[in-house]
């Protein structure tokens, strides 16, 4: 596969080798090799429409310490500013030699239209594509997931894990759910009717409208933020009601199974979805799955951009 | 023995015998091997370190240190072929800084993994010295490097391959050339 687009298109073998690729880099970032050499010579652009921090600096990071070099190009402050389309940008992102683009993107589809637009002869990696996937955030879920209930190998199977939230809105939702379903692992949603969306019923997931019942028996759960800059109807009567049928605090975490870990894909609303106890508790791995992320980046990264033609 | 079975030239017997020949060379010129970090070049040169230093250790009643040290990411030919999968790097607890590191794999042919291994090495630190062990040195160098404790030379015509099987991986212990086909 050239393009990282969905998580829909990835096999059982190749997500495991992108998670095991990510093992082996981590370690050796472990050790202190600051910079490896595969991706000397290769450029990434990383193409932002939609603020992002994490996501940016996470995918900067990593393509950096792959020896690679990056460009920075947010929209923001740009000719798209001045009304420049993506084929436009993308013709001369194309022009300065971009071997892969990272392309974070309001609409939904986005990366899919670069990539087979024959605009660009190189690779697209979705870093989040409207409320349609964010598949690096999944397999960096999948990659902390792996570590704390499977020590680091294999896939999941067998494993419950409950996400929890604003399912509608949510990419991180819709590409963890592929992911985490092709290693294996039963996924439960949780959220009010109004923040599920149409069809969740072909997903493969269990739904539930109350946490507590899906809390008993998971393995991790994955708490979702209530997108407010894209929720343009009341899909709910108030925050404060939300967060008392929806939000996770302590006694909730302790219906889970013993070692059960709390995730969260950030930014955080602490007193929303997630009160700032458990946000703080040992049971979080949030601040852990930045880390990952940068880890699983690279996997990514190296596999597409390593060696003649992409890997996985 | 027909070609596309290959042709055992090592067996069993004769790669332990070997191998407890190369651990003898190795505590002779290291005196001792006190400083030595064995370091295998994966997938089976760490199996071959790992065996090396338990025959050293058994000889010298102390224990070696060994590691691997992968060089997929340093190979010169990494552009060539679809990125491969990396394997283990494991550095013993001591670190390679100021340390005796033996290289240990089991074919030396072009020289290409070693200069590759030389590379990923230096990242970890700046070892004392830097030598080479390898289980069959088959020829054909295409850069300046030798082995320094040879197991086996093994003179081979560039059409043919060396395949080095190890119990740890392949069930049986032997060395087999075949013709490339």
């Given amino acids: ?312 | 023995m027909t070609h596309t079975q290959g042709r055992v030239v090592l067996d069993s017997a004769d790669m332990s015998r070997a191998l407890t020949r190369l651990a003898h060379e190795i505590i002779e010129r290291t005196q001792g091997a006190q400083n030595v970090t064995l370091m295998g070049i994966p997938t089976r040169g760490v199996a071959l370190a790992n065996r090396l230093a338990q025959r050293i250790s058994e000889i010298q009643g102390s224990p070696v240190q060994v590691g691997a040290i992968d060089v997929t990411m340093y190979r010169d030919d990494l552009r060539m072929q679809p990125a491969r999968a990396l394997l283990p790097t494991v550095i013993p607890e001591d670190g390679i800084e100021g340390r005796l590191v033996i290289l240990v794999d089991d074919v030396l042919y072009s020289g290409r993994t070693i200069r590759a291994a030389l590379d990923a090495l230096s990242e970890h630190g700046r070892p004392q010295a830097v030598q080479l062990a390898v289980l069959v040195d088959r020829g054909h160098r295409e850069l300046p490097i030798r082995a320094d404790y040879v197991g086996k030379n093994l003179p081979t015509a560039k059409t043919e391959s060396v395949q080095v099987q190890l119990r740890e991986h392949d069930e049986i212990d032997q060395i087999v050339i075949r013709q490339a086909s």
């Fill in chain 1, 1 to 312: 596969m050239k393009h990282l687009l969905s998580t829909a298109d990835l096999t059982r073998d190749d997500a495991i080798l992108i998670l095991d690729t990510a093992n082996q880099l981590a370690q050796a970032t472990g050790q202190g090799v600051g910079k490896l050499p595969p991706l000397r010579g290769r450029t990434v652009v990383n193409l932002f429409y939609e603020d992002s921090t994490r996501t940016r600096i996470s995918f900067e990071a990593a393509a950096k310490r792959l020896s690679a070099d990056v460009i920075n190009f947010a929209a923001k402050g740009s000719s798209v500013s001045k009304g420049e389309s993506l084929k436009d940008t993308a013709l001369t992102l194309e022009a300065m030699g971009a071997d892969a683009i990272v392309l974070r993107h309001g609409s939904s589809g986005a990366a899919n239209t670069l990539a087979n637009s024959g605009w660009i002869s190189g690779s697209v990696v979705n870093a989040g594509d409207g409320t349609h996937e964010h598949p690096t955030q999944a397999l960096l879920d999948a990659y902390t997931l792996r570590r704390h209930l499977r020590a680091g190998a294999g896939d999941l199977a067998g494993a419950t894990i409950t996400i929890v939230g604003d399912i509608l809105h949510s990419r991180v939702a819709r590409s963890n759910v592929h992911l985490l379903k092709t290693l294996g692992a039963n996924v439960r949603l949780v959220a009010p009717p109004t923040l599920l969306p149409f069809g969740i019923d072909t997903w493969g997931a269990e739904v539930s409208y109350d946490l507590d019942d899906a809390l008993v028996g998971a393995d991790a759960v994955m708490m979702l933020r209530i997108q407010q800059e894209r929720m343009n109807a009341a899909y709910f009567p108030t925050i404060h009601e939300y967060s008392q049928r929806y939000g996770l605090n302590q006694a909730r975490v302790n219906l889970m199974n013993q070692g059960a870990i709390v995730m969260h894909p950030g930014p955080m609303n602490r007193g929303v979805e997630i009160t700032s106890e458990v946000a703080d508790s040992p049971q979080s791995v949030i601040v852990e799955q930045v880390t990952n992320g940068v880890s699983v980046r690279m996997a990514v990264l190296y596999l597409m951009l390593g060696g003649n033609e992409a890997t996985v």
